[in-house]
């Protein structure tokens, strides 16, 4: 079955570049159907969607993050990846990278990621 | 952006107790909208999709309901198992939004 892996730095500093990869296996990202997103959860807090990217590398982003955020696409890899910019204290969440349709499903297992200096 | 309220936050329950969760949409979603059941240190796992549709694999003491812009989870007869948080998702339309999660503890 389809399975999510976040991959990336645990430590980031304020004012930085936040980056994550996730890597699917078990199916292709280009089989379509399906927005690949990311998700990220606050210490103790609920889930906030970030954006998606479709296989064709269309986007959309949260409007709360939009001016911070890149999402993209490396189809050869099964990857694809989140860029968020001038990161502060607020950005340390745990992220997830989900599969999207009629709900998400399946979910990488999450990676914490905190920035401090 | 469409807004979700979940209620209660929290409910205290015993092994065997029907525990019923509520969603409300700020606006119309049709009945696109997600269920998802989260442990500690965790991903959010889906149980339902399209208000009513039970995810593969999900036991079917969990059933999800639709009336206008109010939705339910119900757990038939709550598990040990079931202890947990669980959240709400709109599917609706971009962005996606969260209800804020009802957290089921021990009573």
């Known amino acids: 079955q389809v399975q999510l892996q976040e991959s990336g730095p645990g430590l980031v500093k304020p004012s930085q570049t936040l980056s994550l990869t996730c890597t699917v296996s078990?199916?292709?990202?280009?089989?379509?159907?399906?927005?690949w997103s990311w998700i990220r959860q606050h210490p103790g807090k609920g889930l906030e969607w970030i954006g998606y990217?479709?296989?064709?590398?269309?986007?959309y982003y949260n409007p709360s993050l939009k001016s911070r955020v890149t999402i993209s696409v490396d189809t050869s890899k099964n990857q694809f990846s989140l860029k968020l910019s001038s990161v502060t204290a607020a950005d340390t969440a745990v992220y997830y990278c989900?599969?999207?349709?009629?709900?998400?499903?399946?979910w990488g297992q999450g990676t914490l990621v905190t920035v401090s200096s | 952006d469409i807004q979700m309220t979940q209620s209660p936050s929290s409910v205290s329950a015993s092994v065997g107790d029907r525990v019923t969760i509520t969603c409300r949409a700020s606006?119309?979603?049709?009945?696109?909208l997600a269920w998802y059941q989260q442990k500690p240190g965790i991903a959010p796992k889906l149980l339902i999709y399209?208000?009513?549709s039970l995810q593969s694999g999900v036991p079917s003491r969990f059933s999800g309901n639709r009336s206008g812009t109010d939705f339910t989870l119900t757990i038939s007869s709550l598990q040990p198992e079931d202890f947990a948080t669980y959240y709400c998702?709109?599917?609706?339309?971009?962005?996606?939004?969260f209800g804020q999660g009802t957290k089921v503890g021990v009573k």
């Open positions: 989900a599969r999207g349709s009629n709900g998400f499903d399946p």
């Open positions: 078990g199916g292709s990202i280009s089989s379509g159907g399906y927005y």
């Open positions: 990217i479709y296989y064709s590398g269309s986007t």
């Open positions: 606006q119309g979603i049709s009945s696109w």
């Open positions: 399209a208000a009513s």
């Open positions: 998702q709109q599917a609706n339309s971009f962005p996606v939004t």
